[in-house]
């Protein structure tokens, strides 16, 4: 069965849609889609507007990131960001339809948005989320695939669109009513996007602006943590 998996994603690498997967794998048409529905639930294909297989965002965690290097370089960053900006640093990995918490610099007295190392959050809302998903191929990012993928979601392809054009997200009162944040993505060696780095905190504080406040502090870290995975 893994052979016809692999078979499967061969014939998917520069798109398919079910007929040509059956076409050139030579898979019966129940076999073939049994599959590909899947690696398509594991992250491992995708499809686009039209419907066509391709390979899925889960294999660029595979092929960019380098996530225990990662993580241990995250702490001094976080922590620097933190006392730059006094307010707590979170590092996010994707995972699945999912991001998770694999680093923390919490802010150390005062009002503060507590995300606990390990934590999962959807990718339905705040910059985090924007961030991991507004470099995703094109046709990824349309209202339509946004809107069947993440039902519920805060957000537009219009507001993913923004976060390209700026190099950076904010959110304020999306996650959670009162949080703010700000989050700029880590690229890795094949100019993808493996992480987000944040701050988030109370919009008593960061106000209804906190990306002109903050993200050129949160764009530097971003820099720091993504210089050992690019390429030079």
Request: with cysteine.
């Amino acid at each position: 069965m893994l052979d016809k998996a692999v078979a499967v994603m061969d014939a998917s690498v520069h798109g398919a849609s079910l007929a040509e997967l059956i076409t050139r794998t030579g898979l019966p048409r129940a076999t073939a889609h049994r599959l590909a529905q899947a690696l398509e639930a594991h992250g491992l294909l995708t499809r686009d507007a039209a419907g066509q297989f391709k390979l899925g965002p889960r294999l660029s965690q595979y092929t960019n990131a380098t996530p225990d290097l990662l993580i241990s370089i995250a702490r001094p960053v976080l922590i620097e960001l933190r006392d730059l900006t006094g307010e707590s640093a979170q590092l996010y990995l994707r995972r699945g339809e999912g991001r998770v918490c694999v680093a923390v610099a919490e802010r150390a007295s005062g009002l503060r948005d507590t995300i606990p190392l390990g934590s999962v959050l959807p990718l339905t809302a705040g910059s985090g989320a924007h961030v991991l998903l507004a470099w995703e191929p094109a046709e990824l990012t349309t209202q339509a695939v946004l809107h069947a993928k993440f039902p519920g979601a805060k957000f537009s392809a219009r507001t993913l669109a923004e976060t390209r054009r700026n190099g950076w997200a904010a959110s304020v009162g999306e996650r959670e009513p009162g949080v703010a944040s700000v989050s700029a993505p880590v690229w890795g060696p094949q100019n993808g996007v493996i992480a987000a780095v944040s701050i988030s905190g109370p919009i008593q504080r960061l106000g209804r602006k906190p990306g002109a406040k903050y993200a050129s502090a949160v764009l530097r870290a971003a820099r720091q943590l993504s210089e050992p995975h690019t390429e030079k």
